[in-house]
């Protein structure tokens, strides 16, 4: 394995030039599922890198379960700097380990109460609560209508502040959340950044990112892009912030100021950038990154297991 076993742990670093420009550049669709395909997939091979790591690590710990072939010189020499690299990565794979799962219990939990507090209203595909606080959000998952795959949560409060046309275009700017079932990239998005944080500033995109998507659909289904920009700066500057924290809320995820200016210009292309391009250049030096992550992890696991099964004792 040599030191390519350490790449995929600095590798994210080259999917740093597109986070900022592709959410300035390229369509907010193709942003984010570019910027979270590219996150998952680094997050991945860096947690396969320490878990390769931690097997080094472990077979050196007295009185480990492991064979005792596992902690040979040979196995040992895969490993630049074994000994240290392999118990830090004990520590480090534990500490992902740990932030992964809190940041999942909490998303579901947090989703689990709010359809409890649901529960007793009709299945609409709006939920209107007479709650004096601002907020508006999307709630993916229970009840479906209309073929959305959730609800769309909004205060009293906050449609008392928006007039019809604004009002339509927060529908349909949490409506197309739950189509494009946001929830699941910026979940994957915040559990990569958990993995490396190297990949935070690609988290940010992917949120902002997001949010665009649904500001340019929203736009797309009222026909008044002024509407939803004025729908989204006047929601921002009455909003406190949503309950739910983990949840798709409107005017709270992402800069708004670039967001109203963002739905005030023209509408982004659609299309992928040419290659010789500020944003293109970057595109394809967060691919190779990539590619060259998941190669060096796959790499280095192969090359791991045939030293490990040439040390494990018949």
């Not at 910027?35 to 097997?55: D, E, K």
């Not at 709270?252 to 391009?277: D, E, K, Q």
């Not at 944003?279 to 696991?301: I, Q, Y």
Request: hydrophobic share 55%.
């Amino acid at each position: 394995m040599g030191i390519f076993v350490f790449l995929p742990l600095v590798l994210p670093l080259t999917a740093l030039p597109i986070a900022r420009l592709a959410e300035l550049h390229l369509h907010p669709r193709s942003a984010t599922r570019l910027l979270t395909a590219v996150g998952g997939v680094l997050a991945l091979c860096s947690t396969l890198c320490l878990m390769l790591l931690v097997v080094v690590g472990t077979a050196q710990l007295p009185g480990n379960p492991l064979p005792d072939g596992w902690s040979d010189p040979e196995v040992r020499a895969a490993v630049p700097y074994d000994e240290v690299a392999g118990k830090s990565a004990i520590g480090a794979l534990a500490v992902v380990g740990a932030t992964c799962g809190a940041l999942l219990r909490r998303h579901f939990r947090v989703r689990r109460e709010a359809h409890r507090a649901l529960s007793g209203m009709p299945d609409a595909p709006v939920a209107v609560l007479p709650d004096t606080r601002v907020y508006a959000y999307a709630l993916p998952g229970g009840a479906h209508t209309g073929g959305v795959p959730g609800r769309i949560v909004v205060s009293k409060a906050m449609l008392a502040c928006l007039d019809s046309g604004e009002r339509a275009a927060l529908i349909a700017h949490e409506r197309a959340h739950l189509l494009a079932r946001h929830h699941r990239h910026l979940l994957l998005a915040q559990l990569a950044a958990r993995a490396n944080p190297l990949l935070v500033p690609l988290r940010d995109a992917v949120a902002y990112s997001a949010e665009r998507w649904a500001d340019e659909e929203a736009a797309l289904a009222v026909g008044d892009r002024k509407a939803v920009a004025r729908a989204v700066g006047k929601a921002a500057l009455v909003s406190h912030g949503t309950p739910v924290a983990t949840l798709l809320g409107f005017a709270v995820p992402g800069p708004v100021p670039r967001r109203v200016a963002a739905l005030l210009g023209p509408v982004p292309p659609s299309g992928w950038p040419p290659v010789f391009t500020a944003v293109g250049l970057a595109a394809w030096t967060a691919a190779a990154g990539t590619a060259a992550s998941a190669f060096s992890s796959a790499n280095a696991a192969v090359a791991l297991f045939v030293v490990l099964a040439a040390a494990t004792p018949l």
